[in-house]
């Protein structure tokens, strides 16, 4: 499959690629400053641009099969998948997988996390933002599945994760980036979840 990757230069996004790369899928990854991504493999291939850019971004899109976007920067985070969606309309591609934080899954049947009385301030803007990006997926005609993610972990993992949809499995505190990477590309070759935000935890 010929899959490319926005926000590949971070903790999770490396780890995506790399797994993307070891199960024989070819990688193009859009990235601002190619310096940070030091991985080199012959089938990835790095792009300097700005995810916010929609032509950059339809310019990279062409030609591929599926879209994972790791993206995690307050200010990228729903300007960029604005942009990707855009990008996908015009190259015909419909299948994306992408990340976001726990906050918009629910809390219970009429409350989502983030708007529950304990919910950490700190994480209110950004999670405002992701769940613009939800908003955005939704109304979209792709075939889009959000993987929403505890704090992760930068350990190895143990191979394995729960996923839930619309909420964080039981008792799920954190995930290492290694597991959550497993699950976005067995999402992305399974299709298991499409349509639907997945709680994945340990």
């Given at each position: 499959?010929r899959?490319v990757?926005?926000?590949?230069?971070?903790?999770?996004?490396?780890?995506?690629?790399?797994?993307?790369?070891?199960?024989?899928?070819t990688?193009?990854a859009?990235?601002?400053?190619?310096?940070?991504?030091?991985?080199?493999?012959?089938?990835?291939?790095?792009?300097?641009?700005?995810?916010?850019?929609?032509?950059?971004?339809?310019?990279?899109i062409?030609?591929?099969?599926?879209?994972?976007?790791?993206?995690?920067?307050?200010?990228?985070?729903?300007?960029?998948?604005?942009?990707?969606?855009?990008?996908?309309?015009?190259?015909?591609?419909?299948?994306?997988?992408?990340?976001?934080a726990?906050?918009?899954?629910?809390?219970?049947?009429?409350?989502?996390?983030?708007?529950?009385?304990?919910?950490?301030?700190?994480?209110?803007?950004?999670?405002?933002?992701?769940?613009?990006?939800?908003?955005?997926?939704?109304?979209?005609?792709?075939?889009?599945?959000?993987?929403?993610?505890?704090?992760?972990?930068?350990?190895?993992?143990?191979g394995?994760?729960?996923?839930?949809?619309?909420?964080?499995?039981?008792?799920g505190?954190?995930?290492?980036?290694?597991?959550?990477?497993?699950?976005?590309?067995?999402?992305l070759?399974?299709?298991?979840?499409?349509?639907?935000?997945?709680?994945?935890?340990?």
């Open positions: 499959m899959i990757f926005f926000g590949a230069a971070g903790g999770l996004g490396d780890r995506v690629v790399a797994e993307a790369l070891d199960r024989g899928h990688a193009t859009l990235v601002s400053n190619p310096a940070c991504l030091t991985m080199r493999h012959m089938r990835l291939t790095v792009v300097a641009g700005d995810v916010r850019d929609p032509q950059a971004v339809a310019t990279v062409a030609g591929q099969d599926a879209v994972i976007t790791c993206i995690d920067d307050l200010d990228m985070i729903s300007a960029g998948m604005s942009s990707i969606l855009a990008g996908m309309r015009a190259a015909g591609v419909r299948r994306i997988v992408a990340v976001s726990d906050g918009i899954l629910q809390e219970d049947a009429e409350m989502l996390r983030r708007d529950a009385p304990d919910f950490p301030p700190a994480l209110r803007a950004i999670s405002a933002e992701y769940l613009r990006a939800y908003e955005l997926l939704q109304a979209s005609n792709t075939r889009w599945t959000l993987a929403c993610l505890p704090p992760l972990t930068p350990s190895e993992g143990s394995g994760y729960r996923a839930e949809r619309d909420y964080l499995p039981e008792g505190t954190q995930i290492s980036q290694a597991d959550a990477a497993l699950f976005l590309l067995d999402e070759e399974s299709g298991a979840f499409i349509g639907s935000r997945v709680g994945i935890a340990e």
